[in-house]
């Protein structure tokens, strides 16, 4: 019985980190512009801040490189 009960929870972790991931890649103005421009403080700023932001680590885990590259 707890088993059905971890897989409905992936489920709903799976879900939250696909819209964190999505979030950094089409939302966050710091992300988007580092990953656009390639260079520059908001760049190094994304390379850093990967290991605090959860929408960060959630575009690494869904799209296999870190947030401050492109797919």
Not at 39 to 68: D, N, Q, T
Request: hydrophobic share 30%; net charge positive; aromatic share 8%.
């Amino acid at each position: 019985m707890e088993e059905s009960g971890m897989k409905g929870e992936t489920k709903v972790i799976s879900d939250k980190i696909k819209k964190r991931a999505e979030f950094c890649k089409d939302v966050c103005p710091a992300c988007t512009r580092a990953r656009n421009k390639g260079k520059g403080f908001l760049y190094h700023l994304v390379r850093l801040e990967r290991h605090i932001c959860p929408s960060c680590r959630a575009y690494e885990m869904v799209y296999g490189v870190p947030a401050h590259k492109k797919p």
